[in-house]
């Protein structure tokens, strides 16, 4: 069973920097997509960044125009099951729960699209 626990979620002012940091568990063989997706009060879930877990050193990440040269997603070095998000220059645009999610693909983009396990999310507020 695929499981996903985020962790450093919390406030922070705009302009700040958050990273936030997603555990995933479980998972069989093969080439994951791993990332974020975030929902705003009274809005639906929009897929953040994600970045395939199966090329060195750090896969190669998407992102979601509405952060892109301010968010960054990266797998650790050491242990490809674990993913960060490091958000900079933070609006207030931001606030949000994030989920961390995960989706197998064996091939392919991992923007957006269905991923397939999510976690419990992590509260950010500007």
């Known amino acids: 069973e695929v499981q996903l626990v985020e962790s450093g979620g919390g406030s922070v002012e705009v302009g700040g920097f958050l990273r936030l940091s997603c555990t995933a568990s479980?998972?069989?063989?093969?080439?994951?997509?791993l990332g974020w997706f975030r929902q705003a009060p009274g809005k639906g879930r929009e897929w953040v960044a994600s970045?395939?877990?199966?090329?060195?050193?750090?896969?190669?990440?998407?992102h979601a125009n509405s952060v892109k040269g301010r968010f960054r997603v990266s797998l650790d070095n050491a242990n490809k099951n674990i993913v960060y998000l490091l958000m900079n220059m933070i609006k207030v645009d931001d606030t949000a729960t994030y989920y961390c999610a995960a989706d197998r693909r064996v091939v392919g983009s991992c923007s957006g699209g269905d991923y397939a396990f999510w976690g419990q999310g992590t509260q950010v507020t500007v």
């Open positions: 479980g998972f069989a063989s093969g080439r994951y997509c």
């Open positions: 970045v395939p877990t199966n090329v060195e050193p750090s896969g190669f990440p998407y």
